[in-house]
């Protein structure tokens, strides 16, 4: 027999079931530039999915988060029916990388405007700007185990096999003796999913396959099935799991914004105004900032990170994907017309779980919110031109309140010291108001 293979998770969860900078188009109304991006590499043990949902219709990408030789990878994953080969993909994690930076909470910089000349820009505000949020088959298989290989594949670099069972020991006695290191404790897991009659999706990497895709990494897995249930189960995926882990989910529906229905689903702090420094820390602050939200919600919520119409972006972190590549990812009701925008909305969700903080499986619904949402944080940079008006005046004594109430917020936000947010800000630099070189001109 071969050398065991370990029983490791995919995308966060160990089953699936039926389940640069761009100037705004509102210009004075988002008037920053994009700076900065926390993207799913942030975070350690970090799992990507994408959901594509439509009435009863589900794909499913998995980015798997296996680190090892690649002749030890191996999954199970339950779904809801026996999966047919055109049923069963393969696809770039190129394509998770854009949809992750395109939908990653961002940093902006706003660089103050002459005081002197506010009530012009005032002014211009307040007419026209609209506002962002209106806009197989294989031959079966019995044996005294009660399991049935139902279909085997080969599709890209990977093996597939198709399993039914009758009972979970059997199920795990199967795996075992087919060469799959099955974790402890896996077993009543694997039993509530056969008490829903679910099929397993079994994967592992063909070496001889692996080697002539020329592919030095493990390309995500997809999976394309009919089912009422909108789900993803993650509770095989804590069995094995070596402390919290982070999931994202990314879920593309025609609709509107998805949320999940059996835990709270919590919309992060946004636009925020951080001290200047946070600029060339912002990875760490966001990491500090997610970290608090998760202890303040104790480990049990889902975090809406961001939610959007995919025909437009503001700020633009990064390109919204093509039709091209949303029909890579399985968005299947695009149609090949004219070039029309594609009727997408992105939903990014992100939560930090254990098996005791999220015993359920994650249910989902999209809802026909389309509001529009997005993790944003902003740095004000003062303006330190040459000015003579009582605007400037007021101006100028409005910075030390302002610079006070961004430390204020950072602290709130992260935990940090109020003494270790000052040290990294420093002294409040205001330039003195000069008199324009004009006017001694003409005394």
Not at 228 to 234: D, N
Not at 258 to 268: A, P
Not at 349 to 360: C, G
Request: net charge negative.
């Amino acid at each position: 027999m071969n050398q065991p293979l370990n029983f490791v998770k995919i995308a966060m969860i160990a089953l699936i079931v039926g389940a640069v900078a761009l100037f705004s188009r509102e210009i004075l109304a988002f008037c920053g530039f994009y700076v900065a991006r926390a993207e799913t590499n942030l975070f350690n043990k970090a799992s990507r999915v994408v959901l594509v949902r439509n009435e009863n219709r589900t794909v499913l990408t998995m980015a798997n988060d296996y680190q090892g030789e690649l002749k030890d990878f191996a999954i199970v994953i339950p779904v809801p029916v026996v999966l047919e080969r055109e049923q069963i993909h393969v696809t770039e994690p190129a394509l998770l990388d854009h949809l992750d930076a395109y939908s990653a909470p961002r940093l902006v910089e706003y660089f103050d405007a002459d005081p002197c000349r506010r009530v012009y820009y005032d002014d211009v505000r307040r007419t026209d700007v609209p506002t962002e949020e209106g806009t197989g088959g294989g031959a079966d298989e019995s044996n005294s185990l009660g399991v049935t290989v139902e279909a085997r594949y080969t599709v890209g670099e990977y093996d597939i096999l198709i399993l039914s069972a009758t009972e979970s020991s059997g199920l795990e006695s199967w795996l075992r003796q087919n060469g799959y290191r099955i974790p402890s404790g896996a077993g009543p897991v694997l039993a509530s999913y056969l008490r829903q009659n679910l099929k397993f999706f079994v994967a592992r990497v063909n070496l001889e396959e692996q080697s002539a895709t020329g592919y030095t990494y493990l390309r995500p897995l997809q999976i394309a099935y009919e089912s009422p249930r909108f789900m993803l189960p993650i509770r095989l995926g804590t069995v094995n799991a070596n402390g919290p882990q982070e999931l994202f989910v990314f879920a593309l529906t025609q609709n509107g914004r998805v949320e999940t229905t059996n835990y709270r689903t919590v919309r992060l702090p946004s636009g925020s105004e951080l001290p200047a420094y946070i600029k060339n820390d912002f990875g760490r602050f966001y990491r500090a900032m997610f970290e608090r939200q998760v202890e303040r919600e104790n480990m049990r919520a889902v975090f809406l990170e961001y939610a959007w119409d995919m025909r437009w972006c503001d700020p633009c972190a990064a390109d919204p994907l093509s039709s091209t590549q949303l029909q890579e990812l399985g968005v299947f009701w695009l149609n090949d017309g004219g070039g029309s925008a594609p009727p997408v909305f992105l939903t990014r969700l992100h939560l930090r779980y254990t098996a005791s903080s999220f015993p359920d499986d994650l249910a989902f619904q999209e809802t026909s919110d389309r509001t529009n949402f997005q993790g944003r944080y902003v740095i004000r940079h003062a303006y330190t031109g040459s000015s003579r008006c009582e605007a400037y005046d007021q101006y100028v004594r409005s910075l030390g309140p302002r610079r006070d109430a961004e430390a204020a917020t950072l602290a709130n936000l992260t935990g940090w010291p109020m003494s270790e947010i000052r040290e990294h800000m420093g002294p409040m630099q205001t330039p003195a108001p000069t008199e324009p070189w004009w006017r001694r001109l003409w005394r």
